[in-house]
Nanobody, 126 residues
Framework: VQLQASGGGLVQAGDPLRLSCAASGRAFSMYDMAWFRQAPGKEREFVAHIRRSHSTYYADSVKGRFTISRVNAENTVYPQMNSLKPEDTAVYYC?????????????????????WGQGTQVTVSS
């Protein structure tokens, strides 16, 4: 499986930005997908998750501002990020889980994800 993340850039606080993650090599619709991010000097953290069923989960820090969706026909996941804040500045990574992430908080646990994109930088200026 290869994951290609794109769409990052430099924006101002309050601006929107849409990232994308294109997957190849697997039956995309069969797998749960997620986004994580890593800010400078911090550990990588969970951002959003979308199951094969299209149900979604969000980190509290982005809830109400970010929306994750998937278009299986395009093998792509899109996080729409609105009302961006300087604290959203990070490298954003998409990830794919071969197994189920249904139970407990697996959806937010990096250890349950098997494939990762290369990351795309999002910088939000104040």
């Amino acid at each position: 499986v290869q994951l290609q993340a794109s769409g990052g850039g430099l924006v101002q606080a309050g601006d929107p930005l849409r990232l994308s993650c294109a997957a190849s090599g697997r039956a995309f619709s069969m797998y749960d997908m997620a986004w994580f991010r890593q800010a400078p000097g911090k550990e990588r953290e969970f951002v959003a998750h979308i199951r094969r069923s299209h149900s979604t989960y969000y980190a509290d820090s982005v809830k109400g501002r970010f929306t994750i969706s998937r278009v299986n026909a395009e093998n792509t996941v899109y996080p729409q990020m609105n009302s961006l804040k300087p604290e959203d500045t990070a490298v954003y990574y998409c990830a794919l889980a071969l197994g189920t992430t249904t139970y407990g908080r697996r959806f937010a646990d990096q250890g349950w994800f098997d494939y990762w994109g290369q990351g795309t930088q999002v910088t939000v200026s104040s």
